[in-house]
Nanobody
Framework: VQLQASGGGLVQAGGSLSLSCAASRLVFSINAMGWYRQAPGRQRELVASIANGGATDYADSVKGRFTISREATKNTVTLQLNNVKPEDTAVYYC???????????????WGPGTHVTVSS
């Protein structure tokens, strides 16, 4: 499984940014895709996820500001970050959860991470 992320970088507070991730070399089907982030000295946390059926989940801190979407035919997921805040500064990791053919076993994979820095 290969996850290739793009986007990220430096943005001013109140600005916007977009992160994209493409999954390839998939052995099983995708159950969900999403983004996590890890700020210095903090644990990795869920930012947003989107399930195969389209259901989304967001961290409370990003609700109303971030939007996750998925292009199923291309196995890509995009996170649109609007009205960013300095506390959004972190390394963002693309995540994919695969489901095997039985539907009973799940496997998690992570991308290499992309930096997002929000200046005040």
């Amino acid at each position: 499984v290969q996850l290739q992320a793009s986007g990220g970088g430096l943005v001013q507070a109140g600005g916007s940014l977009s992160l994209s991730c493409a999954a390839s070399r998939l052995v099983f089907s995708i159950n969900a895709m999403g983004w996590y982030r890890q700020a210095p000295g903090r644990q990795r946390e869920l930012v947003a996820s989107i399930a195969n059926g389209g259901a989304t989940d967001y961290a409370d801190s990003v609700k109303g500001r971030f939007t996750i979407s998925r292009e199923a035919t291309k196995n890509t997921v995009t996170l649109q970050l609007n009205n960013v805040k300095p506390e959004d500064t972190a390394v963002y990791y693309c995540h994919v959860k695969l489901r095997d053919w039985t539907g009973l076993h799940f496997y998690d994979y992570w991308g290499p991470g992309t930096h997002v820095t929000v200046s005040s």
